[in-house]
């Protein structure tokens, strides 16, 4: 099998190690025969009959996720949301989870577009105000997410999504209602870097075992060898006060 | 009667000042002493102590210092730069007031000066004394308005520690508008092959000297694609590089709104790099040039040196560039960064790491060297290193030749996983020790001859007191 995977503008949307989920991407399919070819994507790429099983979108700061934002008005955003109307399975993180919801609202009150995939908004209430910066736990239907979350805006859901979890430890959407990320089929977003997948190695597979049950509807990943991956993320629980 | 008032009240105010001198540097002076019989040195405490009881104490001190104050900031080079200055001025017959163990936010600058105090806690130095000192980049905000230093010495930006600094743009923003603020007597002495800086000096009215490196034979053509500072500074559009030396540091242009590198008037020309042991590079002032051996590992050492030798001869203090020469070639490495340690017939070099751009830089010189490397990582996350761990997923370690790797420090279990996705093709990998002391036998147990410790700042600090406990390095003190 071979997985197609677009990371959308990884020259502007990279602050703090989102390529880290890109590597745990490659290298869990790889270790288990699956091929996987990355394709960027900004303004720059040819997206003339690129076909994506995965997209990904990692963080950037004010002024990049600027440009980012005017990109998606255009081709690069008919791509993106015409691959999740096709059920293309979507991770984004921090900066690009909010590009993702109806608008953002900076630091300086710029009102920038989102693409709409969720039904969210984000404000960010100024450079004077308080930051969620901290180690981060969520709780998920199964299992649990261990990361670190670092952003001004405060996100708030709307009806028609749901969050990815609920926080335990930390601040995820906002300050107000325990909620963190957003889910809609397999569109998902959140605020957790760390890099979120290598520690979250449930989470990883199962968005890799959803873009592969496009090929192959009732897919199974096979068992790897997560020790380490587990022992990280149970130090991360440990650091936040949390047991499993 | 109002005069007699004013006099009486300004007597009254006079004396309640001087008082508050006297008890915080007494105070702080009893802290040292007390640290000492506990076998500790306070770098920072005693200067927290002084600054608690009166806030002004610094800038008091610092306004006295005869020939003024020299800063120095930026992400990386701080402590190295600084060091350098420090001894090519001191070397020259001037004394120096430092901070040389590193601890740079105001506290740390106040301890290094208590010394110098009287028991009245006046400054006591010669007529002819300058000041040296590093300043951490959030913390030059408590300095530059309330005083105007001699020179400031800004090494570069790099993404470092975003919990704590926040974006890299608003530390630029932070300098450019206290820049804007500064009385022009201050000397602006920057690294012009950083965009951001460029950009922060565009804000400053007085006296700029730009310096920068170029290394036509070892460079990329261009940054690569996670370097920080791909957009202009200016207008946003992406920036066009002729040649880059390392991350974003390099001759940039904007497609956009044509800014670009400024003209340097201070260019070190690298010649070789030598490994992790040291460079070679050569140095015009005027009419005459130099050739420097700087015993310092990588790159970015020599950006160091540059920076400390243009500031050294532009500071008006009368400092020949064959000075700045002997001094440079003859130099070791200051604590914990490229230092070197013997034990059990190896060596042992100890490198701070502390974010993705000095780690990689680091890492680059280690995959340069020929045969396969012995290494240890200590990721720790302190709040002093980053509570934050995701960076060491920006650093490459996938380019290591490794024949062991160790792994220890309070993230260990992080670093691990790190080196198992950049799938190090180490022989014999054994990672995680939690236990410092543990991991560095284990480590020196499998070296072939030479251990490298790659350790992030707390994780150093606590490594080099393991160091001192078992009687291989000995204590910081300067």
């Known amino acids: ?244 | 009667m109002s005069q007699v008032n004013v006099i009486i009240f300004d007597f009254w105010g006079r004396g309640i000042e001087k008082m508050r001198e006297f008890v915080a540097c007494l105070i702080a002076r009893l802290a040292v002493w007390v640290l000492h019989l506990c076998g500790r040195r306070g770098t920072a405490f005693p200067g927290r102590i002084a600054e608690m009881l009166h806030s002004n104490y610094l800038i008091d001190l610092l306004n006295q210092i005869p020939l003024g104050v020299l800063l120095v900031s930026g992400t990386n080079g701080k402590t190295t730069t600084s060091h350098l200055l420090a001894e090519i001025i001191g070397r020259s017959g001037i004394e120096v007031i430092h901070n040389a163990s590193g601890s740079n936010l105001t506290r740390g600058i106040l301890s290094s000066v208590l010394p110098h105090c009287d028991w009245r806690g006046k400054l006591v130095v010669d007529s002819g004394a300058i000041g040296v000192f590093e300043i951490d980049e959030a913390a030059l905000g408590q300095l530059l308005p309330a005083m105007t230093p001699r020179a400031l010495i800004l090494t570069n930006l790099f993404r470092d520690q975003l919990d704590r600094y926040g974006e890299l743009d608003s530390i630029a923003r932070l300098w450019r508008s206290l820049l804007m603020q500064t009385e022009g007597a201050t000397r602006l002495i920057f690294n012009a092959d950083d965009p951001s800086l460029a950009f922060v000096a565009t804000g400053y009215s007085g006296e700029k000297i730009p310096f920068g490196v170029t290394s036509h034979n070892l460079n990329a053509a261009e940054p690569d694609q996670w370097s920080d500072s791909s957009l202009c500074p200016r207008c946003s559009n992406p920036l066009q590089y002729s040649y880059c030396s390392y991350s974003h540091l390099g001759d940039f242009v904007c497609r956009g709104c044509g800014f670009a590198h400024p003209e340097s008037s201070c260019i070190g020309a690298v010649k070789e790099i030598q490994g992790l042991t040291s460079s070679r590079f050569s140095m015009t002032f005027g009419p005459e040039s130099i050739e420097v051996n700087l015993p310092l590992p990588g790159l970015f050492n020599i950006y160091n040196g540059v920076a400390a030798s243009c500031a050294a001869y532009v500071s008006g203090l009368g400092i020949q560039p064959q000075r700045i020469m002997d001094v440079l070639s003859k130099t070791s490495s200051v604590f914990g960064r490229g230092e070197a340690f013997h034990i059990d017939g190896k060596v042992m070099t100890l490198l701070l790491i502390k974010n993705p751009t000095g780690a990689n830089e680091v890492i680059r010189g280690l995959a340069g060297l020929e045969t396969p490397t012995d290494v240890m990582v200590l990721l720790n996350d302190g709040v002093a290193d980053g509570q934050d761990v995701s960076w060491v997923w920006d650093v490459e370690f996938s380019m290591l030749n490794l024949r062991s790797i160790t792994v220890s420090g309070s993230r260990c279990a992080d670093m691990a996983l790190r080196l198992k996705y950049a799938e190090c093709n180490a022989d014999d990998l054994s990672y995680v020790h939690k236990d410092v002391r543990n991991a560095l036998e284990n480590a020196l147990c499998r070296a072939r001859e030479h251990l490298y410790v790659l350790a992030t700042y707390t994780a150093m600090l606590e490594f080099r007191q393991e160091l001192v406990s078992m009687g291989i390095a000995r204590e910081y003190r300067k």
């Open chain 1, 1 to 244: 099998m071979q997985l197609s995977v677009g990371h959308l503008f990884p020259d502007l949307m990279n602050i703090y190690a989102d390529r880290g989920n890109v590597e745990c991407l490659i290298r869990r399919s790889e270790w288990r025969g699956i091929q996987v070819a990355i394709h960027q994507i900004n303004n720059e790429a040819d997206l003339d009959g690129l076909h994506v099983d995965l997209l990904i979108v990692g963080g950037g700061q004010d002024r990049q996720q600027l440009e980012a934002s005017n990109a998606l008005q255009g081709a690069v955003g008919n791509f993106v949301r015409h691959a999740c109307e096709n059920g293309v399975v979507m991770l984004a993180v921090c900066g690009g989870f909010q590009l993702m919801g109806m608008r953002y609202v900076d630091a300086d009150g710029l009102e920038i577009s989102g693409l709409g995939i969720f039904d969210m908004e984000t404000i960010h209430p100024g450079r004077q105000s308080r930051r969620a910066v901290g180690n981060i736990v969520v709780e998920l239907e199964k299992g649990k997410l261990v990361g670190y979350e670092n952003h001004g805006g405060q996100t708030y859901l709307g009806a028609s999504v749901d969050p990815l979890g609920k926080v335990l430890v930390g601040s995820g959407n906002n300050f107000v209602d325990n909620t963190e990320g957003a889910k809609l089929e397999v569109a998902y977003g959140t605020y957790l870097h760390g890099s979120l997948l290598p520690k979250n190695p449930h989470f990883a597979d199962h968005l890799i075992n959803l873009a592969c049950q496009r090929y192959e509807p009732g897919f199974e990943l096979s068992e790897l060898d997560d020790e380490l991956e587990w022992c990280a993320h149970h130090e991360a629980l440990k650091i936040s006060g949390c047991t499993d």
